[in-house]
């Protein structure tokens, strides 16, 4: 599913193949403030907005030591993000940029990385700041990301 209108002027845009290379799990679901992509913030460290990952249960024995960490990566699908978009006209730039050159949901591979603080874990659920996707949003994975607890 896409959301919003097709290719801008000048942006390149290609036919998707017939079939997937490689099949994913997804592991949880995120829940944001955010109900649409117009409302999420530019980037993940834009927003201050605290967040759930939320975990499903047969993976939460994965979770075990995660309280360890300061912060996470966490990897996710963006669902609503057109994937035949190459080349595209950022809203904050005036040249076109291939999506590979950009951080934009809009990619074959509509696969989003955020470095978030570890708030809190509760269970199966994981409170971070500074996640922008919205609110549903499938969890693909999360690794620790170790930094000094005593740094901000």
Known sequence: MTEGPGPREGEIAIDLPASFDAGIYFVGRIHTPFASRADCPRSGSDSDAICTVE????????????????????????????????????????????????????????????????????????????????????????KPHHRDRAAP
């Open 55 to 142: 975990v499903f249960e047969r993976y939460a024995a994965a979770l075990r030591g995660i309280e360890a960490a300061s912060h996470l990566h966490v990897l996710y699908w963006m669902h609503l993000s057109p994937r035949t978009v190459l080349v595209q006209r950022p809203r904050h730039r005036p040249e076109l940029r291939g999506a590979f050159a950009l951080r934009s949901p809009v990619r074959p591979n509509p696969i989003a990385l955020s470095l978030c603080p570890l708030l809190a874990v509760d269970g199966r659920i994981l409170t971070v700041r500074g996640l922008g996707c919205v609110d549903g949003t499938a969890l693909l994975d999360i």
